[in-house]
Protein backbone atom coordinates (compact mmCIF):
# COMPACT_ATOMS: atom_id res chain seq x y z
CA UNK A 1 0.00 0.00 0.00
CA UNK A 2 1.32 3.18 -0.84
CA UNK A 3 2.31 5.81 1.99
CA UNK A 4 -0.43 8.18 1.14
CA UNK A 5 -4.01 7.01 -0.24
CA UNK A 6 -7.68 8.75 -0.45
CA UNK A 7 -10.45 6.37 -0.09
CA UNK A 8 -13.63 7.35 -1.61
CA UNK A 9 -16.85 6.75 -0.48
CA UNK A 10 -17.46 2.90 -2.51
CA UNK A 11 -13.84 2.19 -1.04
CA UNK A 12 -14.56 3.45 2.97
CA UNK A 13 -18.15 1.33 2.17
CA UNK A 14 -16.46 -2.06 1.22
CA UNK A 15 -14.31 -1.94 4.43
CA UNK A 16 -11.64 -3.35 2.75
CA UNK A 17 -9.26 -0.70 4.00
CA UNK A 18 -8.92 -1.23 7.40
CA UNK A 19 -8.34 -5.36 6.63
CA UNK A 20 -5.47 -4.05 4.90
CA UNK A 21 -4.06 -1.64 7.40
CA UNK A 22 -4.22 -4.43 9.91
CA UNK A 23 -1.90 -6.37 7.53
CA UNK A 24 0.58 -3.17 6.33
CA UNK A 25 3.90 -3.30 8.69
CA UNK A 26 4.51 0.17 7.08
CA UNK A 27 3.63 3.98 7.62
CA UNK A 28 0.45 4.78 5.90
CA UNK A 29 -1.28 8.52 6.29
CA UNK A 30 -4.82 7.89 5.44
CA UNK A 31 -6.55 11.61 3.81
CA UNK A 32 -10.43 11.14 3.89
CA UNK A 33 -12.31 13.88 1.81
CA UNK A 34 -14.63 15.66 3.70
CA UNK A 35 -17.32 15.33 0.62
CA UNK A 36 -17.04 11.31 1.19
CA UNK A 37 -17.70 11.77 4.47
CA UNK A 38 -20.30 14.22 3.77
CA UNK A 39 -22.01 11.54 0.89
CA UNK A 40 -21.62 9.04 3.88
CA UNK A 41 -23.72 10.96 6.02
CA UNK A 42 -26.31 12.19 3.99
CA UNK A 43 -27.30 8.76 2.93
CA UNK A 44 -27.39 7.69 6.42
CA UNK A 45 -29.83 10.34 7.63
CA UNK A 46 -31.68 9.16 4.49
CA UNK A 47 -32.04 5.66 5.93
CA UNK A 48 -29.59 3.77 4.06
CA UNK A 49 -27.53 0.95 4.74
CA UNK A 50 -24.63 1.73 2.98
CA UNK A 51 -24.21 5.19 4.89
CA UNK A 52 -24.23 3.42 8.06
CA UNK A 53 -21.45 0.59 7.18
CA UNK A 54 -19.57 3.71 5.83
CA UNK A 55 -19.34 5.95 8.81
CA UNK A 56 -19.41 2.32 11.21
CA UNK A 57 -16.37 1.80 8.86
CA UNK A 58 -14.73 5.24 9.15
CA UNK A 59 -15.30 4.40 13.24
CA UNK A 60 -13.64 1.23 12.69
CA UNK A 61 -10.85 2.95 10.96
CA UNK A 62 -10.02 5.61 13.65
CA UNK A 63 -9.99 2.76 16.38
CA UNK A 64 -7.06 0.86 13.96
CA UNK A 65 -5.19 3.99 13.87
CA UNK A 66 -4.99 5.27 17.38
CA UNK A 67 -3.86 1.46 18.23
CA UNK A 68 -1.43 2.02 15.86
CA UNK A 69 1.46 3.71 18.12
CA UNK A 70 1.42 6.74 15.27
CA UNK A 71 2.18 4.06 12.17
CA UNK A 72 -1.11 5.22 10.60
CA UNK A 73 -2.30 8.58 10.13
CA UNK A 74 -5.65 9.70 9.60
CA UNK A 75 -6.45 13.68 8.52
CA UNK A 76 -9.60 14.94 6.79
CA UNK A 77 -9.11 17.07 3.65
CA UNK A 78 -11.52 19.63 2.29
CA UNK A 79 -14.55 21.52 2.73
CA UNK A 80 -18.04 19.57 2.89
CA UNK A 81 -20.26 19.74 -0.55
CA UNK A 82 -22.67 21.83 1.10
CA UNK A 83 -20.00 24.78 1.88
CA UNK A 84 -18.97 24.67 -1.94
CA UNK A 85 -22.54 25.35 -3.02
CA UNK A 86 -22.62 21.83 -4.32
CA UNK A 87 -25.77 19.68 -4.77
CA UNK A 88 -25.78 16.09 -3.80
CA UNK A 89 -28.39 15.51 -6.39
CA UNK A 90 -25.58 16.52 -9.25
CA UNK A 91 -24.23 13.68 -10.58
CA UNK A 92 -20.51 12.96 -9.89
CA UNK A 93 -20.42 15.83 -8.14
CA UNK A 94 -18.75 13.96 -4.57
CA UNK A 95 -16.41 11.84 -7.11
CA UNK A 96 -15.04 14.75 -8.37
CA UNK A 97 -14.45 16.56 -5.04
CA UNK A 98 -12.87 12.99 -4.25
CA UNK A 99 -10.45 13.09 -6.72
CA UNK A 100 -9.30 16.78 -6.16
CA UNK A 101 -8.28 15.59 -3.09
CA UNK A 102 -6.07 12.71 -4.06
CA UNK A 103 -4.31 15.29 -6.78
CA UNK A 104 -4.05 18.14 -4.10
CA UNK A 105 -1.91 15.98 -1.75
CA UNK A 106 -0.52 13.80 -4.51
CA UNK A 107 -1.93 10.53 -2.96
CA UNK A 108 -3.07 7.49 -4.54
CA UNK A 109 -7.09 7.50 -5.22
CA UNK A 110 -8.24 3.84 -3.79
CA UNK A 111 -11.85 2.97 -4.94
CA UNK A 112 -14.12 -0.07 -5.53
CA UNK A 113 -15.86 2.28 -8.23
CA UNK A 114 -14.87 0.80 -11.92
CA UNK A 115 -16.08 4.39 -13.10
CA UNK A 116 -14.12 6.40 -10.81
CA UNK A 117 -11.33 4.49 -11.51
CA UNK A 118 -11.64 5.11 -15.28
CA UNK A 119 -11.93 8.74 -14.87
CA UNK A 120 -9.40 8.98 -12.68
CA UNK A 121 -6.80 7.21 -14.70
CA UNK A 122 -8.18 9.56 -17.90
CA UNK A 123 -7.28 12.90 -15.73
CA UNK A 124 -3.22 10.89 -14.84
CA UNK A 125 -4.20 10.49 -10.95
CA UNK A 126 -2.68 7.60 -9.68
CA UNK A 127 -5.33 5.04 -8.97
CA UNK A 128 -6.12 1.79 -7.14
CA UNK A 129 -8.92 0.00 -7.96
CA UNK A 130 -9.93 -3.18 -5.54
CA UNK A 131 -12.72 -4.12 -7.40
CA UNK A 132 -16.21 -5.55 -5.62
CA UNK A 133 -15.78 -8.21 -2.99
CA UNK A 134 -15.95 -11.96 -4.49
CA UNK A 135 -16.02 -13.60 -1.28
CA UNK A 136 -18.56 -12.65 1.83
CA UNK A 137 -19.03 -14.11 5.24
CA UNK A 138 -22.33 -15.92 5.47
CA UNK A 139 -24.63 -13.68 6.87
CA UNK A 140 -24.84 -14.64 10.51
CA UNK A 141 -28.90 -14.15 10.32
CA UNK A 142 -28.98 -17.53 8.08
CA UNK A 143 -27.71 -19.74 11.24
CA UNK A 144 -30.94 -18.63 12.80
CA UNK A 145 -33.26 -20.38 9.99
CA UNK A 146 -33.71 -24.33 10.27
CA UNK A 147 -35.71 -26.63 8.09
CA UNK A 148 -39.15 -25.82 9.95
CA UNK A 149 -38.15 -21.76 9.85
CA UNK A 150 -40.05 -19.54 7.36
CA UNK A 151 -39.44 -16.30 8.45
CA UNK A 152 -37.18 -14.63 11.42
CA UNK A 153 -38.06 -11.66 13.52
CA UNK A 154 -35.47 -9.02 15.47
CA UNK A 155 -35.96 -6.03 17.14
CA UNK A 156 -33.39 -4.02 19.42
CA UNK A 157 -33.93 -5.18 23.04
CA UNK A 158 -36.45 -7.65 22.65
CA UNK A 159 -36.74 -11.23 21.91
CA UNK A 160 -36.14 -13.04 18.61
CA UNK A 161 -38.85 -14.79 16.87
CA UNK A 162 -39.03 -17.41 14.28
CA UNK A 163 -42.15 -18.57 12.52
CA UNK A 164 -42.15 -22.27 12.36
CA UNK A 165 -44.33 -25.01 10.94
CA UNK A 166 -45.65 -25.34 7.26
CA UNK A 167 -48.13 -23.39 4.69
CA UNK A 168 -50.99 -22.87 6.43
CA UNK A 169 -50.40 -23.64 10.05
CA UNK A 170 -47.03 -21.57 11.36
CA UNK A 171 -46.37 -20.70 15.06
CA UNK A 172 -44.37 -18.16 16.52
CA UNK A 173 -41.57 -19.64 18.55
CA UNK A 174 -38.78 -17.73 20.85
CA UNK A 175 -35.57 -18.30 19.99
CA UNK A 176 -33.31 -16.12 21.81
CA UNK A 177 -34.35 -14.29 24.78
CA UNK A 178 -32.79 -11.26 23.87
CA UNK A 179 -31.44 -9.22 20.87
CA UNK A 180 -29.22 -6.14 21.41
CA UNK A 181 -29.16 -3.06 19.04
CA UNK A 182 -25.00 -3.82 18.31
CA UNK A 183 -25.96 -7.78 17.57
CA UNK A 184 -28.62 -6.27 14.67
CA UNK A 185 -26.55 -3.88 13.83
CA UNK A 186 -23.79 -6.36 12.84
CA UNK A 187 -26.53 -8.64 11.20
CA UNK A 188 -27.21 -5.77 8.91
CA UNK A 189 -23.90 -5.21 7.84
CA UNK A 190 -23.24 -8.91 7.32
CA UNK A 191 -26.36 -8.51 5.10
CA UNK A 192 -25.88 -5.76 2.94
CA UNK A 193 -21.71 -6.51 2.67
CA UNK A 194 -23.15 -9.99 1.15
CA UNK A 195 -25.75 -8.66 -1.18
CA UNK A 196 -23.04 -6.39 -2.75
CA UNK A 197 -20.73 -9.42 -3.76
CA UNK A 198 -23.28 -11.91 -4.13
CA UNK A 199 -24.26 -12.51 -7.93
CA UNK A 200 -27.89 -13.39 -6.51
CA UNK A 201 -28.11 -10.64 -3.84
CA UNK A 202 -30.18 -7.10 -5.26
CA UNK A 203 -31.02 -3.96 -3.12
CA UNK A 204 -34.34 -3.92 -4.15
CA UNK A 205 -35.10 -0.98 -2.26
CA UNK A 206 -33.62 1.70 -0.29
CA UNK A 207 -35.89 4.74 1.71
CA UNK A 208 -35.76 6.47 4.40
CA UNK A 209 -35.15 4.49 7.04
CA UNK A 210 -36.12 0.80 5.16
CA UNK A 211 -33.91 -1.45 2.82
CA UNK A 212 -35.49 -4.33 1.45
CA UNK A 213 -32.74 -6.92 0.35
CA UNK A 214 -33.19 -9.95 -1.82
CA UNK A 215 -30.52 -12.47 -1.01
CA UNK A 216 -31.03 -15.35 -2.32
CA UNK A 217 -34.08 -16.66 -1.74
CA UNK A 218 -33.94 -14.94 1.27
CA UNK A 219 -35.98 -11.66 1.41
CA UNK A 220 -34.84 -9.33 4.24
CA UNK A 221 -36.34 -5.95 5.39
CA UNK A 222 -34.28 -4.00 7.21
CA UNK A 223 -35.98 -1.25 9.16
CA UNK A 224 -35.08 1.92 11.34
CA UNK A 225 -36.23 5.06 12.99
CA UNK A 226 -37.68 7.22 12.41
CA UNK A 227 -39.78 4.38 9.70
CA UNK A 228 -39.74 2.26 12.52
CA UNK A 229 -39.89 2.80 16.37
CA UNK A 230 -36.51 1.19 16.89
CA UNK A 231 -33.88 -1.16 14.43
CA UNK A 232 -35.50 -4.50 13.58
CA UNK A 233 -34.88 -7.08 10.89
CA UNK A 234 -37.20 -9.80 9.28
CA UNK A 235 -36.11 -12.06 6.95
CA UNK A 236 -38.53 -14.50 4.98
CA UNK A 237 -37.90 -17.17 2.93
CA UNK A 238 -39.78 -19.96 1.12
CA UNK A 239 -39.33 -23.90 2.76
CA UNK A 240 -41.00 -25.51 0.23
CA UNK A 241 -41.09 -25.91 -3.32
CA UNK A 242 -43.60 -27.51 -5.39
CA UNK A 243 -44.51 -29.29 -8.97
CA UNK A 244 -47.73 -28.67 -10.44
CA UNK A 245 -48.35 -32.50 -9.85
CA UNK A 246 -48.25 -32.38 -6.05
CA UNK A 247 -51.34 -30.48 -6.40
CA UNK A 248 -53.56 -33.11 -8.06
CA UNK A 249 -55.15 -31.26 -10.12
CA UNK A 250 -58.23 -32.19 -12.59
CA UNK A 251 -57.53 -33.33 -16.34
CA UNK A 252 -59.98 -30.39 -17.16
CA UNK A 253 -58.03 -27.76 -15.23
CA UNK A 254 -54.79 -29.08 -16.91
CA UNK A 255 -56.19 -28.57 -19.69
CA UNK A 256 -57.15 -25.04 -19.48
CA UNK A 257 -54.52 -23.84 -17.82
CA UNK A 258 -52.30 -25.61 -20.38
CA UNK A 259 -54.44 -24.22 -23.45
CA UNK A 260 -57.17 -22.16 -22.79
CA UNK A 261 -56.54 -19.38 -19.48
CA UNK A 262 -53.63 -16.85 -20.65
CA UNK A 263 -55.56 -14.19 -17.63
CA UNK A 264 -55.07 -16.21 -14.35
CA UNK A 265 -55.06 -14.63 -10.82
CA UNK A 266 -53.36 -16.58 -8.39
CA UNK A 267 -55.10 -15.26 -4.85
CA UNK A 268 -54.97 -15.98 -1.61
CA UNK A 269 -54.23 -14.77 2.07
CA UNK A 270 -50.78 -13.47 3.18
CA UNK A 271 -48.38 -16.93 3.68
CA UNK A 272 -50.79 -19.14 2.05
CA UNK A 273 -48.88 -20.19 -0.67
CA UNK A 274 -49.80 -17.96 -3.25
CA UNK A 275 -46.30 -17.57 -4.92
CA UNK A 276 -45.23 -21.45 -4.38
CA UNK A 277 -47.95 -22.18 -6.80
CA UNK A 278 -46.61 -19.45 -9.12
CA UNK A 279 -43.14 -21.29 -9.29
CA UNK A 280 -44.98 -24.89 -10.05
CA UNK A 281 -47.44 -23.12 -12.69
CA UNK A 282 -43.76 -21.39 -14.00
CA UNK A 283 -42.05 -24.67 -14.34
CA UNK A 284 -45.16 -26.18 -16.17
CA UNK A 285 -44.89 -23.83 -18.91
CA UNK A 286 -41.46 -24.28 -18.97
CA UNK A 287 -42.31 -28.21 -19.45
CA UNK A 288 -44.14 -27.08 -22.54
CA UNK A 289 -41.56 -25.31 -24.12
CA UNK A 290 -42.76 -22.02 -23.54
CA UNK A 291 -41.00 -18.46 -22.52
CA UNK A 292 -41.43 -17.34 -19.20
CA UNK A 293 -40.66 -13.91 -17.47
CA UNK A 294 -41.35 -12.42 -14.28
CA UNK A 295 -42.47 -8.94 -12.93
CA UNK A 296 -41.20 -8.51 -9.49
CA UNK A 297 -40.63 -6.55 -6.77
CA UNK A 298 -38.73 -7.43 -4.76
CA UNK A 299 -37.66 -10.55 -6.77
CA UNK A 300 -38.36 -13.73 -4.66
CA UNK A 301 -40.24 -16.45 -6.97
CA UNK A 302 -37.65 -19.34 -6.45
CA UNK A 303 -37.38 -19.81 -10.80
CA UNK A 304 -35.30 -21.88 -12.79
CA UNK A 305 -32.45 -20.10 -13.78
CA UNK A 306 -33.96 -19.71 -17.40
CA UNK A 307 -36.91 -17.68 -16.17
CA UNK A 308 -35.69 -13.88 -16.09
CA UNK A 309 -36.82 -12.11 -13.31
CA UNK A 310 -37.32 -7.99 -13.82
CA UNK A 311 -38.21 -5.78 -11.05
CA UNK A 312 -39.46 -1.77 -11.58
CA UNK A 313 -37.11 -0.35 -14.69
CA UNK A 314 -36.03 2.57 -12.83
CA UNK A 315 -38.49 2.31 -10.73
CA UNK A 316 -41.70 1.97 -13.20
CA UNK A 317 -43.65 -1.55 -13.39
CA UNK A 318 -44.88 0.16 -16.82
CA UNK A 319 -41.48 0.72 -17.94
CA UNK A 320 -41.17 -2.95 -17.31
CA UNK A 321 -44.12 -3.50 -19.79
CA UNK A 322 -42.92 -1.81 -22.08
CA UNK A 323 -39.60 -4.19 -22.72
CA UNK A 324 -41.91 -7.40 -21.91
CA UNK A 325 -43.82 -6.37 -25.28
CA UNK A 326 -40.45 -6.60 -26.94
CA UNK A 327 -39.27 -9.18 -25.45
CA UNK A 328 -42.49 -11.25 -26.19
CA UNK A 329 -42.53 -13.85 -23.74
CA UNK A 330 -45.41 -16.61 -24.04
CA UNK A 331 -46.64 -15.92 -20.44
CA UNK A 332 -45.35 -13.24 -17.60
CA UNK A 333 -45.83 -13.92 -13.93
CA UNK A 334 -46.62 -10.87 -12.37
CA UNK A 335 -45.92 -10.86 -8.20
CA UNK A 336 -47.67 -8.91 -6.36
CA UNK A 337 -50.79 -7.46 -8.29
CA UNK A 338 -51.75 -4.80 -5.86
CA UNK A 339 -51.78 -1.38 -6.31
CA UNK A 340 -54.27 0.40 -9.44
CA UNK A 341 -51.12 0.70 -11.49
CA UNK A 342 -50.47 -2.83 -10.83
CA UNK A 343 -53.98 -3.90 -12.09
CA UNK A 344 -53.83 -1.01 -15.13
CA UNK A 345 -50.82 -2.58 -16.76
CA UNK A 346 -51.86 -6.17 -16.01
CA UNK A 347 -54.99 -4.94 -18.24
CA UNK A 348 -52.54 -3.58 -20.51
CA UNK A 349 -50.44 -6.43 -21.03
CA UNK A 350 -53.25 -8.69 -21.22
CA UNK A 351 -54.79 -7.28 -24.10
CA UNK A 352 -51.77 -6.38 -25.80
CA UNK A 353 -51.50 -10.30 -26.54
CA UNK A 354 -49.02 -11.44 -23.43
CA UNK A 355 -50.31 -14.66 -21.37
CA UNK A 356 -50.20 -13.38 -17.98
CA UNK A 357 -50.28 -15.08 -14.44
CA UNK A 358 -50.93 -12.16 -11.49
CA UNK A 359 -50.59 -12.99 -7.62
CA UNK A 360 -52.89 -11.01 -5.75
CA UNK A 361 -54.35 -10.71 -1.93
CA UNK A 362 -57.61 -11.54 -1.24
CA UNK A 363 -59.31 -13.29 1.33
CA UNK A 364 -61.94 -14.92 -0.91
CA UNK A 365 -62.28 -15.60 -4.69
CA UNK A 366 -64.28 -13.17 -5.41
CA UNK A 367 -62.42 -10.50 -3.48
CA UNK A 368 -59.69 -10.86 -6.39
CA UNK A 369 -62.31 -10.01 -9.00
CA UNK A 370 -63.75 -7.09 -6.75
CA UNK A 371 -60.11 -5.71 -6.92
CA UNK A 372 -60.38 -5.33 -10.37
CA UNK A 373 -63.85 -2.94 -10.50
CA UNK A 374 -63.00 0.76 -11.17
CA UNK A 375 -59.59 -0.25 -12.43
CA UNK A 376 -60.46 -2.11 -15.16
CA UNK A 377 -63.46 -1.62 -17.47
CA UNK A 378 -66.23 -3.76 -16.43
CA UNK A 379 -67.02 -4.87 -20.41
CA UNK A 380 -63.30 -5.75 -20.64
CA UNK A 381 -62.70 -7.57 -17.54
CA UNK A 382 -63.50 -11.17 -18.86
CA UNK A 383 -60.65 -10.89 -21.02
CA UNK A 384 -58.13 -9.82 -18.95
CA UNK A 385 -58.81 -12.60 -16.60
CA UNK A 386 -60.57 -15.82 -17.12
CA UNK A 387 -59.48 -17.92 -14.78
CA UNK A 388 -59.15 -17.47 -10.58
CA UNK A 389 -57.15 -20.02 -8.62
CA UNK A 390 -57.68 -19.35 -5.30
CA UNK A 391 -55.11 -20.75 -3.01
CA UNK A 392 -55.73 -22.06 0.80
CA UNK A 393 -52.90 -23.82 3.35
CA UNK A 394 -51.07 -24.53 0.04
CA UNK A 395 -53.76 -26.02 -1.83
CA UNK A 396 -56.12 -24.86 -4.68
CA UNK A 397 -59.97 -24.54 -2.70
CA UNK A 398 -61.73 -22.74 -5.65
CA UNK A 399 -61.47 -22.23 -9.19
CA UNK A 400 -63.39 -19.24 -11.11
CA UNK A 401 -64.07 -18.66 -14.52
CA UNK A 402 -65.42 -15.53 -15.94
CA UNK A 403 -67.69 -15.48 -18.80
CA UNK A 404 -69.28 -12.05 -20.67
CA UNK A 405 -72.87 -12.88 -21.35
CA UNK A 406 -75.94 -10.55 -22.85
CA UNK A 407 -79.02 -11.75 -19.79
CA UNK A 408 -81.89 -10.09 -17.32
CA UNK A 409 -79.53 -10.81 -14.17
CA UNK A 410 -80.38 -13.19 -12.03
CA UNK A 411 -83.27 -11.98 -9.40
CA UNK A 412 -85.12 -9.84 -12.65
CA UNK A 413 -87.80 -10.93 -14.64
CA UNK A 414 -88.57 -7.89 -16.89
CA UNK A 415 -86.99 -8.48 -20.30
CA UNK A 416 -86.47 -5.01 -20.66
CA UNK A 417 -84.01 -5.13 -17.93
CA UNK A 418 -81.34 -7.46 -20.41
CA UNK A 419 -77.72 -6.25 -20.02
CA UNK A 420 -74.23 -7.48 -20.32
CA UNK A 421 -73.62 -9.26 -17.32
CA UNK A 422 -70.06 -11.07 -16.48
CA UNK A 423 -71.02 -14.49 -14.82
CA UNK A 424 -68.46 -15.99 -12.51
CA UNK A 425 -68.83 -19.97 -12.55
CA UNK A 426 -67.29 -22.56 -10.80
CA UNK A 427 -64.62 -23.92 -12.89
CA UNK A 428 -65.42 -27.55 -12.37
CA UNK A 429 -69.09 -27.70 -11.95
CA UNK A 430 -70.18 -25.02 -14.31
CA UNK A 431 -72.57 -23.79 -11.79
CA UNK A 432 -73.16 -19.70 -11.65
CA UNK A 433 -71.72 -18.11 -8.44
CA UNK A 434 -72.24 -14.43 -9.03
CA UNK A 435 -73.17 -12.06 -11.40
CA UNK A 436 -71.30 -9.00 -11.77
CA UNK A 437 -73.32 -5.68 -13.92
CA UNK A 438 -73.75 -2.24 -14.20
CA UNK A 439 -77.31 -1.28 -12.13
CA UNK A 440 -77.37 2.37 -12.90
CA UNK A 441 -74.06 4.28 -12.14
CA UNK A 442 -72.90 1.38 -10.06
CA UNK A 443 -71.27 -1.98 -10.79
CA UNK A 444 -72.53 -4.98 -8.54
CA UNK A 445 -71.40 -7.88 -7.57
CA UNK A 446 -74.41 -10.46 -6.83
CA UNK A 447 -74.21 -14.14 -5.31
CA UNK A 448 -76.29 -16.44 -7.23
CA UNK A 449 -77.85 -19.08 -5.06
CA UNK A 450 -77.15 -22.27 -6.60
CA UNK A 451 -80.37 -24.33 -5.88
CA UNK A 452 -82.06 -21.21 -7.17
CA UNK A 453 -79.99 -20.70 -10.16
CA UNK A 454 -80.38 -23.85 -11.21
CA UNK A 455 -84.09 -23.72 -11.18
CA UNK A 456 -84.07 -20.57 -13.26
CA UNK A 457 -81.86 -22.29 -15.98
CA UNK A 458 -84.12 -25.63 -15.88
CA UNK A 459 -87.26 -23.08 -16.30
CA UNK A 460 -85.72 -20.99 -19.39
CA UNK A 461 -84.06 -24.39 -20.85
CA UNK A 462 -88.04 -25.72 -20.94
CA UNK A 463 -89.43 -25.87 -24.63
CA UNK A 464 -92.92 -26.41 -25.53
CA UNK A 465 -94.03 -26.59 -29.29
CA UNK A 466 -97.69 -26.22 -30.23
CA UNK A 467 -99.46 -26.66 -33.91
CA UNK A 468 -101.91 -24.10 -34.97
CA UNK A 469 -103.20 -23.34 -38.74
CA UNK A 470 -100.84 -20.70 -39.72
CA UNK A 471 -97.95 -20.95 -37.47
CA UNK A 472 -95.81 -22.99 -35.15
CA UNK A 473 -95.26 -21.56 -31.40
CA UNK A 474 -92.58 -22.13 -29.22
CA UNK A 475 -92.82 -21.01 -25.72
CA UNK A 476 -89.62 -21.20 -23.35
CA UNK A 477 -88.48 -19.21 -20.07
CA UNK A 478 -86.42 -16.78 -22.48
CA UNK A 479 -87.68 -13.47 -22.58
CA UNK A 480 -87.02 -10.81 -25.29
CA UNK A 481 -83.82 -12.83 -26.55
CA UNK A 482 -82.25 -14.01 -29.93
CA UNK A 483 -81.76 -17.44 -29.75
CA UNK A 484 -81.17 -20.55 -31.91
CA UNK A 485 -83.90 -22.89 -32.27
CA UNK A 486 -82.23 -26.44 -32.70
CA UNK A 487 -83.61 -30.30 -33.31
CA UNK A 488 -81.67 -32.82 -31.51
CA UNK A 489 -78.97 -30.66 -30.66
CA UNK A 490 -78.13 -29.17 -34.18
CA UNK A 491 -79.06 -25.59 -35.03
CA UNK A 492 -82.00 -24.91 -37.97
CA UNK A 493 -82.51 -21.10 -37.89
CA UNK A 494 -82.40 -17.88 -35.15
CA UNK A 495 -84.84 -16.09 -34.33
CA UNK A 496 -85.93 -13.86 -31.18
CA UNK A 497 -88.51 -14.81 -28.49
CA UNK A 498 -91.16 -12.54 -27.28
CA UNK A 499 -91.31 -10.57 -23.99
CA UNK A 500 -93.99 -13.62 -22.61
CA UNK A 501 -91.20 -16.37 -24.13
CA UNK A 502 -93.09 -17.05 -27.29
CA UNK A 503 -91.77 -17.35 -30.95
CA UNK A 504 -94.10 -17.45 -33.69
CA UNK A 505 -93.64 -19.24 -37.06
CA UNK A 506 -95.05 -19.60 -40.05
CA UNK A 507 -96.04 -22.96 -41.38
CA UNK A 508 -95.38 -21.33 -45.07
CA UNK A 509 -92.27 -19.89 -44.20
CA UNK A 510 -88.96 -22.24 -44.75
CA UNK A 511 -88.01 -21.68 -41.03
CA UNK A 512 -91.96 -23.25 -40.28
CA UNK A 513 -91.08 -26.20 -42.73
CA UNK A 514 -88.15 -27.35 -41.22
CA UNK A 515 -90.05 -27.30 -38.23
CA UNK A 516 -92.49 -28.88 -38.98
CA UNK A 517 -89.79 -32.06 -40.99
CA UNK A 518 -87.98 -31.95 -37.37
CA UNK A 519 -90.97 -32.71 -35.44
CA UNK A 520 -92.55 -34.93 -38.07
CA UNK A 521 -89.09 -36.93 -37.50
CA UNK A 522 -89.36 -36.76 -33.91
CA UNK A 523 -86.63 -34.50 -33.34
CA UNK A 524 -86.63 -33.13 -30.01
CA UNK A 525 -87.16 -28.84 -30.39
CA UNK A 526 -84.41 -26.89 -27.75
CA UNK A 527 -83.03 -23.30 -27.70
CA UNK A 528 -79.89 -22.04 -27.47
Same mark, same amino acid.
Given at each position: ??????????????????????????????????????????????????????????? +?? %???????????????????????????????????????????????????????????????????????????????????????????????????????????????????????????????? +????????????????????????????????????????????????????????????????????????????????????????????????????????????? %??????????????????????????????????????????????????? %???????????????????????????????????????????????????????????????????????????????????????????????????????????????????????????????????????????????????????????????????????????????????
Amino acid at each position: MDSRIVPDTSAIIDGRITEALKREPGVVEIIIPEAAVAELENQANLGRETGFDGLNELK +EL %RKVADGSDGRIKIRFHGKPPSDLGIKFARAGAIDDLIRKTAEENDATLVTSDKTQALVSEAKGLKVVYIGPKVKTVEPGIFKLFDNETASVHLKESTPAYAKKGHVGSFALVEIKPHVSREEIEEYAK +EIVSCARSDPKGYMEMEKRGVSVIQLREYRIVIARPPFSDGLEITAVRPIMKTRLEDYKLSKKLLDRLGSRAEGIFIAGAPGQGKSTFAQALAEFYLSRGKVIKTMESP %RDLQVPDVVTQYTGLEGSMEATADVLLLVRPDYTIYDEVRKTKDFQIFADM %RLAGVGLVGVCHANRAIDAVQRLIGRVELGIIPHVVDTILFIEAGQIKQVYELRMTVKVPFGMRDGDLSRPVIEIRDFETCNPQYEMYSFGEEVVVIPVRQKAAQKEERARDEVSVANTKKAIVIRSGRRDEMVTVCADGEDLFNARTYKNGMIKIKRSSQEGRMLQNAIAAGQEITLS
